[in-house]
């Protein structure tokens, strides 16, 4: 079955980095795309961008464009998202997501990371 | 948002609840729209795919349906469980990514 494992909760500090890992079970890592999308406290849901694990190639949301960096390592089946210049108002919970089929969209989610910025 | 839904909705158990989702020609008026379901303290999970198509294990109370540029969750039987917060979710050609409605929280009564 189709399995996400994201890595572990984090605490950063304003203007930090932070990266999170999100590692692929159960399918043909490379061909399905995956998406990040992150969800505030109490808040709702936000698509930050995508990847292709088979090319390479990387859609981002404009809102986070210069902030973000997707990347992948096919020999783990893990995909990585890099978030810099941390603002409080980055403290969230960030999915991985898988695209499914031709015209499923996203089919399965991680289980969420919790990122806090805080000084 | 870009697609909006209300924020809120409710019913007592075994009534017919629906949940919109509007959008425009650049997402729903030209993708199928997918809903996603989250309970309280976890991840969504999808509950419907292109529009009206559900996956393996989701019971058949719950049915989508879209036209134009609207789609929208209908959920019959009401029951306790049912009580999370429902997402719709499309492609949107103008901003090049995907789009999420704000989020409906069901209140099972």
């Known amino acids: 079955q189709v399995q996400l494992v994201q890595s572990g909760a984090d605490v950063k500090k304003p203007g930090a980095s932070v990266k999170v890992s999100c590692k692929a079970a159960?399918?043909?890592?490379?061909?399905?795309?995956m998406h990040w999308v992150r969800q505030a406290p109490g808040q709702g849901l936000e698509w930050m961008g995508m990847?292709?694990?088979?090319?390479?190639?990387?859609t981002y949301a404009q809102s986070f464009q210069g902030r973000v960096t997707m990347t992948r390592d096919t020999s783990t089946s893990t995909v990585y998202m890099d978030l810099s210049s941390l603002k409080s108002e980055d403290t969230a919970f960030y999915y991985c997501?898988?695209?499914?089929?031709?015209?499923?969209?996203?089919?399965?989610w991680g289980q969420g990371t919790l990122i806090t910025v805080s000084s | 948002s870009v697609v909006t839904q209300p924020p809120s909705a409710s019913g007592t158990p075994g009534q017919r609840v629906t949940i919109s989702c509007s959008g425009s020609?650049?997402?729903?008026?030209?993708?199928?729209v997918n809903w996603y379901q989250q309970l309280p303290g976890t991840a969504p999970t999808l509950l419907m795919y292109?529009?009206?198509q559900r996956p393996s294990g989701v019971p058949d109370r719950f049915s989508g349906s879209k036209s134009g540029t609207s789609a929208s969750l209908a959920i019959s039987g009401l029951q306790s469980e049912d009580e999370a917060d429902y997402y719709c979710?499309?492609?949107?050609?103008?901003?090049?990514?995907?789009?999420f409605g704000g989020g409906t929280q069901l209140t099972v009564l």
């Open positions: 292109g529009s009206n």
């Open positions: 979710g499309v492609w949107d050609d103008s901003l090049n990514g995907v789009v």
């Open positions: 159960g399918y043909t890592f490379i061909n399905h795309y």
């Open positions: 990847i292709n694990p088979s090319g390479g190639s990387i």
């Open positions: 020609s650049s997402n729903i008026g030209s993708h199928t």
């Open positions: 997501a898988r695209d499914g089929p031709p015209g499923t969209g996203i089919d399965y």
